[in-house]
């Protein structure tokens, strides 16, 4: 077992992590304007600093926050005037059909996925989510890091209207200069960026809605929902499976973990009670970026010691940049774009790869908790004995023995169909890569033979023989399309492909529009003479002009 931890005289405890802000239930305009006007470079709330500031009636704050509000009211007012209003709905409607489309999933890809559509003439459009208002998405729950840890530059949500973009809003806030200074985007700045983008195009989200079944009905579907606790039948035209890393299989957690009550263990995608952490000893299994996210967040909690354990000899991570040097621009968002084009060959071997290596940390989630004596990191160590003695976990492995009051799970997410409820009617019937491909000898990997083979436009495609092609009516924009399109779909660097799947939606809903019987009596239909009154008109209107 080794060991590492940061040695100091006069350790610096660090910065306790921003409370994020408290979501509203219902999210209007001027309560939003409100709430934006609270923002500063970092994306925080900086309440309590304009206090500090301000003049003891408070008109300073005032005058600040209005004039924050301000300049977003007048950026929301550009992007809807330069935005055109929205093409009208082509779609032929069918009395038997609730929605054309339904997204489950109401955070970053959901509602751009939604606006991807609006503006593409598609309607009838319905945004579900299981979370409370304000908690869709990740970004004010479970994701941890005080910065994105894609670059700021990558492409976002805006589908090439620079004044939807996340440098557009933030300029609007704190200027361009502010924009330059960030090395990526704040967490918290980021989530206040998507409400400003819900807000601006108008997408509402059916929150508190959770799908508990698919069920094909010819080539239609009726969804199985709970809304509000109430079970409702839904029918639609498309699904769009927008639910995140959890939405394939969702947490891989350790059997031995699973074997303990669960008050005594969590894994990072679920919330944790980091409050009550305060002078407790706590486990991390795992040392990717969200195990070194949690950490941070219970040694800033107050934890006495947590002991990160990595079955690796070492932590990965970027070569920092050189001071003064600029972005390095690899390019790789128009490339992966073009991933699906790749043989099936290249796309395994690109995931096997992928698989091997070993995921980076970024140099800042390290130094966070490297300012903490109390944070142990345990290289080329595990345990999987694990028991519940006096209140707290005792864990054995090869390296020795320890005792924890809690223990995380910083252990990823597995992709698995048949572990997702609300597939289980169907998922017997969906294509996987192992369906499809053949690896060579070598190239196995157990893990990727149960992706999806997905088709161009994300959508499901059946088994040979099933004949479910009601399957290619559902479109899965979450984790298990990582192998089909080579990036973690639904995150980030994955908002380049929303308008693919936006077109492919649009498309199928098009062609089946055509109604051939329809069309053969209009084209063969006799020309029909044009009323005459207007050349009438004109022409009598040119006489009395010559008569005068």
């Avoid at 003439?121 to 908690?135: F, H, K, L, N, T």
């Avoid at 239609?220 to 809304?227: P, Q, T, V």
């Avoid at 009617?425 to 000898?441: Q, V």
Wanted: with cysteine.
């Amino acid at each position: 077992m080794t060991e590492k931890r940061k040695q100091t005289s006069e350790p610096d405890r660090g910065t306790p992590m921003p409370e994020p802000h408290e979501a509203p239930q219902q999210i209007d305009r001027r309560g939003f304007f409100r709430g934006a006007a609270m923002l500063t470079v970092g994306g925080f709330s900086t309440r309590a600093g304009l206090a500090q500031t301000s003049a003891a009636d408070g008109s300073p704050v005032d005058a600040e926050r209005a004039d924050t509000a301000g300049l977003l009211e007048a950026q929301m007012q550009r992007a809807q005037r330069w935005g055109g209003r929205d093409p009208a709905d082509w779609v032929r409607p069918r009395p038997d059909v609730d929605h054309n489309v339904v997204i489950v999933g109401g955070g970053q890809s959901g509602i751009a996925i939604a606006y991807g559509l609006k503006r593409k003439g598609v309607g009838r459009v319905e945004v579900i989510d299981r979370a409370e208002p304000g908690q869709a998405g990740i970004w004010r729950t479970t994701a941890r890091m005080h910065q994105l840890r894609t670059p700021k530059s990558l492409a976002g949500p805006e589908q090439e209207n620079p004044i939807l973009s996340f440098q557009a809003w933030y300029e609007t806030l704190n200027g361009p200069d502010a924009y330059d200074a960030l090395d990526r985007i704040p967490t918290l700045a980021w989530a206040d960026y998507l409400d400003w983008y819900q807000q601006v195009n108008g997408i509402s989200v059916r929150y508190r809605t959770r799908l508990l079944e698919i069920e094909p009905q010819g080539d239609l579907l009726r969804l199985h929902l709970d809304s509000e606790g109430e079970r409702r039948v839904e029918t639609t035209r498309k699904l769009v499976l927008a639910n995140g890393y959890a939405g394939a299989g969702g947490p891989n957690v350790p059997g031995f973990l699973r074997s303990l009550p669960s008050e005594f263990w969590t894994h990072t995608a679920s919330p944790i009670r980091f409050d009550t952490f305060g002078g407790k000893v706590v486990g991390i299994v795992g040392a990717g970026s969200s195990a070194f996210d949690a950490a941070a967040v219970a040694l800033e909690s107050g934890a006495a010691e947590v002991h990160m354990f990595n079955r690796r000899p070492y932590v990965g991570y970027p070569a920092p940049r050189q001071p003064g040097s600029p972005p390095v621009d690899r390019g790789h968002a128009n490339v992966l774009a073009m991933s699906y084009e790749l043989p099936d060959a290249v796309r395994w071997r690109n995931f096997v790869a992928r698989d091997r290596r070993v995921a980076t940390v970024p140099p800042d989630s390290i130094q966070r908790v490297m300012v903490f004596d109390g944070f142990r990191l345990h290289l080329e160590s595990s345990f999987s004995d694990v028991a519940v003695s006096d209140g707290r976990v005792v864990a054995n492995g090869p390296g020795g023995s320890w005792q924890f009051d809690h223990v995380i799970a910083g252990t990823g997410y597995r992709i698995d169909l048949s572990a997702q409820p609300e597939l289980a009617g169907i998922n017997e019937s969906i294509a996987l890569w192992r369906d499809r491909y053949e690896p060579e000898s070598g190239e196995d990997n157990a893990a990727g033979a149960i992706y999806p083979y997905l088709g161009a436009g994300f959508e499901f495609l059946p088994r040979e023989g099933t004949g479910e092609d009601y399957l290619r009516n559902i479109h899965c924009f979450n984790l298990s399309g990582m192998l089909s399109f080579g990036k973690p779909v639904g995150d980030i660097p994955s908002t380049q492909d929303h308008p693919r799947l936006v077109s492919a939606i649009a498309r199928d809903l098009y062609v089946e529009s055509v109604d051939t019987a329809t069309h053969r009596r209009f084209i063969n239909a006799p020309a029909v003479a044009p009323d005459p009154a207007p050349y009438q008109r004109a022409l009598q209107q040119r006489r009395a002009q010559e008569a005068a």
